[in-house]
């Protein structure tokens, strides 16, 4: 089953560039039909292969796509980008340190080695 999964992934580009041509064809609404081509960064999480994890630059993302579909506010909003970088400059070393004190080592000594 996780060879079908792969194989879905790996064509889902071709699959979203027909169903594309074909809907935009149909329709006539070309700009609409780009969102088709979502499919391909999401196609390993909806076949289940890779889990989603919420971070910060998924936030900005949804962020910037409501702020443009809702108040048209393309232009003032891309800013939002500009802020990746700098969260990952300031923010990255914080969270490592969290991951490694989760961490617990624990030390196996061998009866011989007490005596």
């Known amino acids: 089953m996780k ?3 792969v194989k879905m992934c790996a064509a889902s580009t071709l699959i979203a560039v027909i169903a594309y041509i074909l809907v935009g064809y149909y329709t006539k609404c070309w700009t609409w039909s780009l ?3 979502l499919i391909v960064p999401l196609m390993p999480f909806l ?3 890779k889990k989603i994890a919420i971070t910060y630059d998924l936030i900005v993302v949804i ?3 409501v702020l443009g579909f809702t108040i048209n506010g393309w232009h ?3 800013v939002l980008f500009l802020t990746i970088p700098i969260y990952h400059i300031f923010f990255d070393d914080v969270f490592k340190n969290r991951k490694k ?3 617990i080592d624990v030390e ?3 009866d ?3 005596k």
């Open 3 to 5: 060879d079908f999964r």
């Open 35 to 37: 969102f088709i081509f």
């Open 47 to 49: 076949t289940g292969l």
């Open 63 to 65: 962020v910037y796509l």
């Open 76 to 78: 003032p909003w891309w």
């Open 101 to 103: 004190k989760k961490h």
């Open 108 to 110: 196996v000594v061998d």
């Open 112 to 114: 011989d080695e007490r």
